[in-house]
């Protein structure tokens, strides 16, 4: 399963991306928003900073609209995902970007449904809010388990990419839920990392580590010939 940040934050991307578990970037016109400056300079440097597939979205409601945002957004970059959202006109331009061969990220989907629909369209990633679902009532980590049952039993190749993340649970859940992709913001992929236990038992294996003599393995006359 890849990983994906979800942020237009470029320290973030930096700091994230030198973990090496960072596959890629998902934005969206609130995190365009909250990172400020100028957007078109602010998209060139994540592109620039990012091996991967970054998701930028369209803010056009028709499908004419999104298709010409959805090509400006490709020629941007060979790493170019036109994120729309999962309405009637933009699984219309979803379909006429398929046929261009222009990568699409469907977004805002709160249903099978929605996303048995982005799959026919020819989406590239579908992404379902699970914490969104969660919060208007509904069973987010449900979601994707339906979408992934649909998706398998129809043989549709759209990713199932989890977005709407709040809590590493959640990550945990959607990777056991088979999504392909989870997108999460930089403190909760940050968290991931952390375990309580893993640091006591780093704190004892260190202090018991004081009563071990000079060891020639460390020393770093030694440690320097591996430079
Ligand atoms: O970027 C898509 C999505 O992950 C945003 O979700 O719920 O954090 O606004 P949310």
């Not at 100028?38 to 970054?54: C, M, N, R, T, Y």
């Not at 999104?66 to 941007?76: D, H, N, T, Y």
């Not at 933009?90 to 222009?102: D, N, P, T």
């Not at 590239?124 to 339906?146: E, K, M």
Request: charged fraction near 20%.
């Amino acid at each position: 399963m890849q990983l994906f940040i979800d942020t237009a934050d470029l320290d973030q991307i930096r700091t994230a991306y030198s973990w090496g578990t960072v596959d890629g970037v998902t934005t969206n016109p609130s995190h365009i928003a909250a990172a400020g400056g100028d957007p078109d300079e602010l998209l060139a440097q994540i592109f620039s900073l990012v091996d991967g597939p970054v998701s930028v979205e369209t803010v056009s409601l028709e499908a004419d609209g999104i298709v010409r945002e959805g090509r400006a957004i490709a020629a941007l970059h060979r790493n170019a995902v036109v994120k729309v959202p999962v309405t009637v006109e933009g699984l219309k331009a979803v379909k006429r970007l398929a046929a261009e061969s222009i990568h699409t990220n469907v977004t805002v989907c709160f249903s099978p449904l929605q996303a048995y629909l982005a799959a026919k369209s020819g989406a590239t990633y579908i992404s379902p809010f699970v914490h969104r679902t969660d919060l208007a009532g509904g069973d987010g980590l449900q979601l994707l388990r339906d979408i992934r049952a649909v998706y398998t039993r129809y043989g549709y190749a759209t990713k199932i990419l989890a977005a709407s993340i709040r809590t590493a649970k959640e990550v945990q859940e959607a990777l056991l839920a088979g999504a392909d992709v989870v997108t999460a913001p930089f403190d909760i992929l940050e968290g991931l990392y952390r375990h309580s236990l893993t640091d006591t038992v780093i704190a004892r294996f260190l202090g018991d580590w004081k009563q071990v003599p000079p060891t020639r393995l460390f020393a770093e006359e030694n440690l320097a010939r591996y430079e």
